[in-house]
Every structure is written in C-alpha cells, then in structure tokens.
C-alpha cells in the first residue's frame, strides 16, 4: 500500500487537529498559506509525472476548496510541461479560500480554462487528477460531485488522488457514498488515519507523503495515534542472548478447541511456538490430545479438566483462551475458572463472545475481536463498528480495559493509556480461516518473552501481516491458509536475520 517513492512516516495526526495547526506549521517557517498551497501542488505533480511519464492529456477535477486550489497549482505546472490540461470546477455561492483564489487566479493568468462540472469528458484523457474533496468530507458526496466521482471510477484513466481520495473520510476511512479510486494518492504536511484503516485500502492505491518541509515542525509535536509496519520488528524483538533457555521466553497455555475445533487450538498453538515461546501446553477435549500430537509433537497437550487448568494456571507465565473454545458449559466453565488469571492473558474468538454476554472489566487482558465481535460486546451493529474503527476501539477499552486488538484491514490497537496505534501490514489473502488463532498464539508467545501487553498486540499484528506479506510476494494472495503463514512467520519474528533470498 504504502509507496517505495517516498518515505511514510509513523506518526499519524488525527484530520481535525491537522487542520487546525496547518496555519501554526506554516508560520513557524514564515510561509503563507499560498505557499503551502504551492508546495503541495508541486509535490503532487511530481508524484503523477513520475508515476505516470508518458501521459499527455490530463483531466483535473477540482472542487470549491483548498484541495481544488491544489488542483489548480497542479494544473498551472503540468501546462508548463507541455501536457494538455482539461480542468472542471465545481461553482459554488460561497467564495474560495483566499489561498485557493490565488491559486485560481494563477491558472488563469497563465491561460488556463475553467470548464463547468456537466462538460463532456475529452475522449484522449489518459489521467485523472482528484482534487475534489480533501479532508473536510462530513457526509456522502452530492451531485454534482458524486457523479464526477462515478464518472471518473468508470473511466479507464488511472487517478491520482491529493491529500486523499474524494469520498473518503480523513479521520475514519469510511466512505460514506461514491468514493474515488485512486492508484496513488499524495497526501500532505502528516498522515491521517483514514489513509490507512476503514476503506483505505481498497481505494487509496499507493501511498505517497510529503511534508512539505515542515519535518522539523512535526517533530516537534507529540501525536497519540502511530503506523506500525514491519520496520519496527527489530526494536521489539532483538537478537538472543547466547545463554538463553527455554524458560526465558515464556510458558504460554493455550486453552480450547472443543468437539470438531481441533484445528483452532492447535493453530494458536503452533503459533505461539513459531513466534518464539519458549514453552507451549495446550489444554483441550480429550478427542484433540492424539491429532494435535502428532501433527505437532513441540506442543504439551493435556485434557482440560479443572484439575489440569489449575495446575496450568499455576505454570504459566501467560493465557491464550477462546480459539474453539465454543459456547458450552464445557468453554464457560474454563473461562469462569481463567477469568482471575493475575499474569497476561489473551482473550479471543468464543472467549469474546461469552464476555459479551458476562461483561467485566480488568488491565491484564489482550481481546482481540473481529469486526462481528465488537459489535457483540458493544451492543451495536457492524456497520456502526466499521463507521468509525478508532472510536469502536476506544469504546472497548472504556468498557472491558486492558488491549483492544479490532482487526481488520488497517487493525487498530488501542489500550487504557490513550495509545492508538494502525497496523500498516498484512493483504486480503488473510481473508481466511484460522488466521485470528495464529494471531491470538503469536501475541501470546510475544507477551512471554516480555513485551507489554500493547506492545505484544503491535508486534504481533505486525508480524502476523508482515508473514502473510511475504508469503503473498511468492505465491499471491488467493488460497493462502493460516498455516501457510508458519513458514514465513520463523523468519518475520528473527529480523536480525539477513535474508538474501527476500527482496
């Protein structure tokens, strides 16, 4: 998703704030608003010229605000270069920015046109230049932008999108209505969460930032909300000491898997050893002790009986339950008798579903639900979820505590502290079953070696993504199965490691 053009950067500023300090950051360095605006065109020039060379008709729609002023820089340096320029705008009651009137008056003194939004589209127009909407969207684009939108998704002309693509909203990535797809979008000064989470990701295309040479002032700033991608492995999983043994890297007890789940358990099992635990016992129905064993000897298998989970409990340095727990007397009793675990635990799949129905609240427990879960321990809808993912992961930890892990394309980890962090990883080839059971061991063998709760719920979304990643850069995304991942998993989680055979 992300562009290998242009640095990306982690932190991540929520839209509203952005807005509101774009003005500071400009005079910290004696810049006018114009000149911001400049920039900004410039640099989204040079971002469609250099992804697209050989293009020679450009349509740029641009619309009744500072994003349309960027359209117009845009449109003034693309003429200069012997591009033909086809430019729509958007009429409005209201004024234009004073910025964006500058910007207006500049195409204008350099003989561009302004055509009206129902003109008919050229017919050579090879690429399209959003700058519609920006990042002041609040509901579903209208007519007559909705149906530019529509128009410009329809043509065969690839977009590029400023800032973000028109129709999605900058602080949730939802798309509330028609919404561009873009293949790249330049966006400007910081990155804002809708870029990366909610819709992002099937219409952003590849990303591109720039920040328009206020770096020095960004790093000045403290934001509550950061990207974490693979880069970061290494900072939480550093080489071994030599002297190391298995008891340094965590005794993890991975509880379920009831009648026909076998596979689930064994899976978060698996997982739990693949990321590095140092030991893994795996307590479930006496039905799964044989087929878990021999299709992975490494696991400690046991029955789960109150006796085994209480000389387990005892053990253990972490708690993985939920995967195939199911809903039965069999899974409550083991959650009612692992609920008061004082060490980390992890709490997935039926775990959540059953504390959706017994809510409690405690801060040494990792939930990690789906979209579907939320909405059950929130008492909502899916869609209410998926409108506003940020918030949905807020609202959870007001209510249960602890790490929230609401995974997705774009997986937000949120904890009590206020910490919000967007997992930049992972492809849709994780649409499949048995993908949340190896995230839900992986972070549990993270918590044993001694990462915090949230960091362990970083690293491990992180890892679980940056595995499925590399296996997608071989065999492609369709087919790919949750223990396919095992294989590339061992390498994702040793980033020490060179690796000369993976680019």
Known sequence: MTSNLVS?????????????????????????????????????????????PTTQHWLILCGHGNNGGDGYVVARLAVAQGIRVTLLALESE??????????????????????????????????????????????????????????????????????????????TGAAPGAVIQAAH??????????L??????????????????????????????????ASQLSHWLPPRKPTSHKGDHGKVVVIGGDHGTAGAIRMAGEAALRAGAGLVRVLTHIENINPIITARPELMVHELTATSLEESLQWADVVVIGPGLGQSEWGRQALRKTENFRKPMLWDADALNLLAINPDKRHNRILTPHPGEAARLLGCQIAEIENDRLLAARRLIQRYGGVVVLKGAGTVVADARGALGIIDAGNPGMASGGMGDV??????????????????????????????????????????????????????VNPDVIDLNHD
């Open 8 to 52: 990306i950067p982690h932190s991540i500023w929520a839209a509203d704030e952005l807005r509101r300090a774009e003005k500071a950051a400009a005079d910290s360095l004696g810049l006018t608003l114009f000149e911001l605006m400049q920039r900004a065109g410039a640099a989204a020039f040079s971002v469609a010229r250099r992804t697209y």
């Open 94 to 171: 209201k004024p234009l920015p004073d910025e964006a009137s500058e910007a207006r008056d500049a195409w204008l003194n350099a003989g561009g046109i302004i055509h009206s939004a129902d003109i008919a589209w050229p017919a050579d127009i090879d690429l399209i230049i959003d700058a519609l909407l920006g990042t002041g969207l609040a509901s579903a684009p209208q007519n007559p932008v909705a149906s530019l939108i529509t128009q410009a998704n329809e043509h065969t002309a690839p977009a590029v999108a400023l800032d973000i693509p028109s129709g999605l909203h900058a602080q």
């Open 185 to 194: 979008t330049i966006t400007f000064i910081a990155l804002k969460p809708g």
């Open 196 to 229: 990366l989470t909610g819709r992002a990701r099937d219409v952003v295309g590849i990303l591109h930032h720039d920040a328009l040479g206020l770096e020095t002032w960004l790093a000045t700033q403290s934001t509550p909300i950061t990207r974490f991608d």
């Open 439 to 492: 995230l839900s061991g992986i972070i549990g063998a993270l918590l044993g070696q001694g990462l915090s709760p949230y960091d362990a719920a970083c690293a491990g979304c992180v890892a679980h993504g940056a595995a499925a990643d590399r296996l997608a850069a071989v065999t492609g995304t369709r087919g790919m199965l949750a223990t396919d991942l095992f294989s590339t998993l061992v390498r994702v």
